[in-house]
């Protein structure tokens, strides 16, 4: 596609439900990122992958975030047993390496999570 | 990674310059320095980015001086579109991007 995809746009779940977040990246793109973002913030880092390799998790607010990327391509951020504070965007970005020199990151539109 | 300190907020009408600066005391030989936009409900767009000197691209300017310390991103000629979180972040190679809270700019007609 054109840019990344993230779906669904909105999700809300009940406390204590499981959630599956997806994120399609641009076609060739190895680097992939997943951050949170809550309302008046700027975005926080959750984990980032090279490829199918998840290189760094050290984001991830605790043992209940899942995150994996397969096959290099597509990723899932998965959410176990959700709690009112996981309430939050997130987005997902991807760029053709690293998100430092000279490369571009491109992010998707984010999904608005509501844990109720 | 360095951190950045920009401005919580500005205000400008339409057709002005707009100037924000950042400051990046701890900048590393190695890291660049980016520009992202946001608008509401949507993802950071990525805006320009840097290493010394100067950079221009048909969006914005990037304004770096010698010590690479601090940069200036120069928006010239804001509109009402301009109304966005514009953040400033630095890193280099395959580093993660730190966000902070931007700056929330205002364009009033």
């Known amino acids: 596609g054109a840019g990344v995809s993230q779906s669904p746009r909105y999700k809300v779940a009940k406390r204590g439900q499981d959630v599956a977040l997806r994120c399609d990246p641009i076609s060739g793109h190895v680097s992939l990122f997943w951050y949170q973002q809550a309302l008046g913030q700027g975005p926080e880092f959750l984990t980032y992958?090279?490829?199918?390799?998840?290189?760094?998790k050290s984001g991830l607010p605790s043992d209940r975030f899942f995150a994996e990327r397969p096959e290099g391509s597509v990723s899932t951020l998965k959410i176990q047993r959700t709690q009112q504070e996981d309430s939050a965007v997130y987005l997902c970005?991807?760029?053709?390496?690293?998100?430092?020199?000279?490369?571009?990151?491109?992010f998707g539109q984010g999904t608005r999570l509501t844990v109720v | 990674l360095a951190k950045t300190t920009q401005p919580i907020s500005m205000d400008s009408y339409e057709g002005q310059e707009v100037n924000i600066t950042c400051s990046h005391n701890?900048?590393?030989?190695?890291?660049?320095i980016t520009w992202y936009q946001q608008f509401p409900s949507q993802g950071p767009r990525f805006i320009i980015q840097?290493?010394?000197t100067k950079v221009t691209n048909e969006v914005a300017s990037l304004f770096i001086p010698a010590d690479r310390k601090s940069s200036t991103l120069s928006l010239p000629r804001v509109s009402l579109s301009d109304t966005a979180v514009y953040y400033c972040l630095v890193g280099g190679g395959t580093d993660k991007l730190i966000f902070g809270t931007g700056t929330r700019l205002q364009v009033f007609p």
């Open positions: 992958f090279q490829n199918e390799a998840q290189l760094d």
């Open positions: 970005a991807s760029s053709f390496l690293g998100q430092g020199a000279s490369t571009e990151a491109f």
């Open positions: 840097g290493y010394k």
């Open positions: 701890n900048i590393a030989t190695n890291d660049y």
